[in-house]
């Protein structure tokens, strides 16, 4: 038994194992991605934040607290438009590249939005699995107006239909068919949690299991035109 675990693993030990996070605004990506990240014991990484130092730095203000929104999705798209729409995953690969950690831990990218930026990171990975996190249109905007940021406080229904949008022209909502498992936040944390701990189980590298070989996925984004989807098709 331990003999055929350890050829088993000896393959597969050394190489970079990942899961995407991905979900529309305020549905609970960073909750599922903090959970699933401590059940694969892995190395998590909010693509927010990167992204809120990258504007912070370019708009020169003291603080990521200080950047509205509306600021973080200009500088977004100013970013993509310099640096193509992988920008994210680019500067998550430089991070990975300096951590001693990888690849002997998995790592959890949460908050993707791109289309073009998980190819770029399916080439970097060995393995890589996405997640999609489901909530309805109420209770995303419930939870967007209770998060106390202050560029947030009087969130309304309109601002959160337009953020939809904006994350519809980058791809998002794509991922609702082509994620390789789907979460779904409307029935509470525990429920939440109960759906990550099963997820985990499939995904885990504490076991030795390694994820199923994938093939490249980079051709199913090769569309004559993007298709822009309402959230509640990922049923």
């Known amino acids: 038994m331990s003999e055929s675990r350890d050829r088993y693993e000896a393959p597969t030990?050394?190489?970079?194992?990942?899961?995407?996070?991905i979900g529309l605004p305020g549905a609970g990506k960073s909750t599922a991605g903090e959970m699933l990240a401590d059940e694969l014991d892995a190395i998590e990484l909010e693509t927010g934040d990167i992204v809120r130092e990258g504007a912070r730095d370019h708009f020169d203000v003291d603080s990521t607290d200080d950047l509205s929104s509306d600021a973080l999705g200009d500088y977004s798209t100013m970013r993509r438009d310099v640096d193509g729409g992988d920008y994210v995953a680019q500067d998550i690969i430089d991070r990975l590249e300096a951590a001693d950690a990888v690849p002997a831990k998995p790592v959890v990218v949460i908050g993707m939005r791109d289309t073009e930026a998980i190819p770029a990171?399916?080439?970097?990975?060995?393995?890589?699995?996405?997640?999609?996190?489901?909530?309805?249109?109420?209770?995303?905007?419930?939870?967007?107006?209770?998060?106390?940021?202050?560029?947030?406080?009087?969130?309304?229904?309109?601002?959160?239909?337009?953020r939809d949008g904006r994350e519809s022209m980058w791809g998002t909502p794509e991922w609702a068919f082509w994620a390789d498992a789907k979460l779904r936040n409307e029935w509470g944390v525990d429920a939440l949690r109960e759906q990550v701990?099963?997820?985990?189980?499939?995904?885990?590298?504490?076991?030795?299991d390694a994820f199923h070989e994938r093939t490249t996925r980079s051709g199913r984004m090769e569309r004559n035109e993007r298709t822009t989807c309402m959230e509640g098709s990922d049923d």
């Not at 050394?14 to 995407?20: A, I, M, P």
């Not at 489901?134 to 309304?156: N, V």
């Open 13 to 21: 030990k050394n190489l970079r194992k990942g899961v995407v996070v």
């Open 121 to 162: 990171l399916e080439l970097w990975f060995d393995s890589l699995a996405t997640v999609w996190v489901h909530a309805p249109f109420d209770e995303r905007l419930d939870r967007l107006q209770g998060r106390g940021r202050q560029d947030e406080s009087d969130f309304d229904a309109d601002d959160l239909v337009r």
């Open 197 to 208: 701990t099963n997820l985990a189980v499939r995904l885990s590298f504490a076991s030795g």
